[in-house]
């Protein structure tokens, strides 16, 4: 399934807005498994399908400095319905007012800091890969080119790294209001403040 799944999100990141027939042609997945491929993937809200029965990959920028995807199909972009507008909450925390994926990466700063024996296998007890199941919250930097190879589905800057006792990590900044609620829960178990 996880291979069939990435199948369709990298045809779909290279191929926008395409079409179930597009997309059966090209990956060969076909009737019941696609659509309920499809199904699923929209609900995660992981992909989007447009109002024309068209589908293209949710890409969510986790910070406002990154530069947006720029579309290599000689496609015009439109601008998407209200039924699929961005949800730009903010949250504050530690004083502080974040997006959704710079929340992240500031909780699992924060912690690194108030525990600083802190091991890769440690923090994955903590904030565990099923709290987001496409990306994890966080991986190291091997893993996390091996999950998103063409990049900016994690925070990689140097100063946005966070250094473990043996081994640094990148957070992922692809968080919706629904995929990021298992995290704030977990956040909140541990006593930090996030309104």
Do not use: W
């Not at 079409?19 to 809200?45: H, P, S, V, W």
């Not at 004083?95 to 994926?101: M, P, V």
């Amino acid at each position: 399934m996880a291979k069939t799944n990435q199948k369709l999100l990298t045809f779909l990141e290279q191929n926008p807005k395409s079409t179930k027939n597009q997309i059966q042609e090209a990956t060969g997945l076909k009737g019941l498994q696609l659509y309920n491929l499809l199904r699923k993937l929209t609900k995660e809200e992981t992909i989007i399908e447009h109002p024309n029965q068209t589908y293209s990959v949710d890409i969510i920028d986790g910070t406002e400095e990154q530069e947006p995807v720029q579309q290599k199909t000689k496609q015009t972009t439109t601008v998407k319905p209200k039924t699929a507008s961005r949800d730009s909450s903010k949250y504050k925390f530690e004083g502080k007012e974040y997006g959704k994926g710079p929340l992240v990466r500031a909780v699992v700063s924060k912690y690194v800091e108030d525990n600083p024996k802190t091991t890769y296998e440690q923090l994955k007890e903590v904030f565990p890969d099923e709290l987001l199941k496409r990306f994890g919250i966080f991986q190291d930097e091997k893993t996390a080119k091996e999950i998103a190879p063409k990049g900016k589905r994690y925070f990689e800057k140097p100063e946005q790294m966070i250094k473990l006792k043996d081994r640094k990590v990148v957070v992922c900044n692809q968080f919706t209001l629904a995929n990021i609620q298992p995290f704030l829960k977990v956040a909140k178990s541990l006593g930090y403040k996030i309104k």
